[in-house]
């Protein structure tokens, strides 16, 4: 048997002391601890569920103008996305042809894409327009030369790339979440990138996801976001690739987490999840709408990008309170538990816990959270019985 492929299956293969992960959410134990440690769930990770699933990359506002491009990175893919001449989004790998320099860093606006190592050109469609030289090279055929191009596609109005070349559209995949968002976010084709956040967290990236699919632990640990939603209207539900969290009203417009004003939002709080690394938010009052990624960067590392998207570029009083209220109050909050957690991950006294699931599905049920998990087992060839 083939030694490569023989470490991945005993990895992920039910081993002795392991309890059993069911389909059923209300039978089943979680995954084992292994799955968040293991350098090799790790790397079968990066090629079952991130090179081959949509990503986010940003935001349609970033690319207003052709030669407007944002960069990328899935794991060690370095990729950007630009806007053609023609109009349309194109996305490419990031490195010339001709020795494997990167091209591109950061964001901005551009008139052709040249290579600092050599000075080769290439045009927003990714076709080589000059390579010094070359026409004193016998044989040598610009069209060869050409960038590898991937696949994107826009999703209410936020911009997605798949390294798939035969991945199935988002838009069909993503079932009804898109009418979702635009019911609670009328104006979501209005809204523009208003700000990132960036955060380093000690932890795998599942553990964040985990941490946000249930508020089982909402009451113990977030005390002002409590007293910002109805708790007795939040609910769960899961569907294909993605879950919604939905609380049908906040419960004050003065409360401990930030004040707003009802009117263009009147409802408690809106997320969702989207496989496999992608969380959207809708906060009370003024329209606004954020999503936060949970990027791999490494076994027990993530990196998180909160972005922000308002109907102005300068955020209001009110936004601002919301978004000082996600940094400096919500965030540090979660960072911590899941810190924590990876932490406990590690210890000789824990492989698995119980999935509390209960016959309401309330918010104090973690069904979603299986939901996920079931996702990322049936990715890479985990045990589901």
């Known amino acids: ?25 209300g039978e089943s134990y979680t995954m084992p601890a292994r799955f968040y440690t293991d350098p090799t769930v ?118 997605f790339v798949n390294l798939d070349d035969d991945a199935v559209p988002l838009k069909e995949l993503s079932g009804d979440l898109e009418n979702e968002i635009r019911s609670f976010c009328p104006d979501v084709d209005n809204l523009q990138m208003a700000q990132r956040d960036v955060y380093n967290v000690e932890c795998n990236w599942k553990v964040i996801v985990d941490n946000f699919l249930e508020c089982y632990h909402c009451a113990p640990a977030h005390k002002d976001f409590v007293d910002l939603v109805d708790m007795n209207t939040y609910r769960t539900v899961t569907r294909g690739i993605y879950s919604s969290q939905i609380a ?23 997320g969702w999840f989207l496989w496999p690394n992608l969380t959207i938010w809708i906060y009370p009052g003024k329209t606004n709408l954020s999503v936060l990624q949970m ?12 972005d922000w998207f308002l109907p102005e570029q300068e955020p209001t009083p009110q936004h601002r309170d919301a978004m000082r209220y996600q940094k400096d109050v919500l965030q540090p909050e979660d960072i911590a538990l899941c810190e924590s957690v990876q932490r406990g991950l590690r210890s000789r006294g824990y492989n698995q816990g119980r999935f509390i699931i209960d016959r309401e599905l309330t918010e104090l049920s973690e069904h979603a ?14 045990e589901i019985e």
């Not at 630009?82 to 194109?90: Q, V, Y």
């Open 42 to 159: 790790y790397e079968l990770e990066m090629e079952k569920i991130f090179f081959c699933n949509w990503i986010y990359v940003g935001h349609v506002s970033q690319f207003r103008s052709p030669g407007d491009y944002l960069t990328t990175r899935i794991n060690d893919q370095n990729l950007f996305v630009i806007r053609s001449r023609t109009g349309e989004l194109r996305a490419f790998y990031n490195v010339c042809a001709h020795r494997g320099h990167e091209l591109l860093c950061g964001q901005g606006s551009t008139n052709l894409i040249v290579c600092p190592y050599h000075a080769w050109s290439y045009d927003f469609d990714g076709t080589l327009k000059m390579a010094r030289n070359s026409e004193n090279v016998e044989g040598f055929n610009k069209c060869d030369f050409s960038l590898k191009s991937l696949r994107v596609e826009e999703f209410c109005s936020m911009v």
């Open 295 to 306: 990027n791999p960067n490494g076994t027990g590392q993530a990196l998180e990008f909160q």
């Open 248 to 270: 049908g009203a906040p419960r004050s417009e003065t409360n401990r987490a930030f004040n707003f004003r009802k009117g263009d939002i009147d409802f408690g709080y809106a």
């Open 369 to 382: 959270v299986h939901h996920f998990q079931t996702m990322v087992m049936q990715s890479i060839g985990g």
């Open 1 to 25: 048997m083939n030694k490569s492929l023989d470490v991945p299956n005993k990895v992920v293969a039910r081993q002795q002391g392991d309890l059993p992960f069911c389909g059923n959410p």
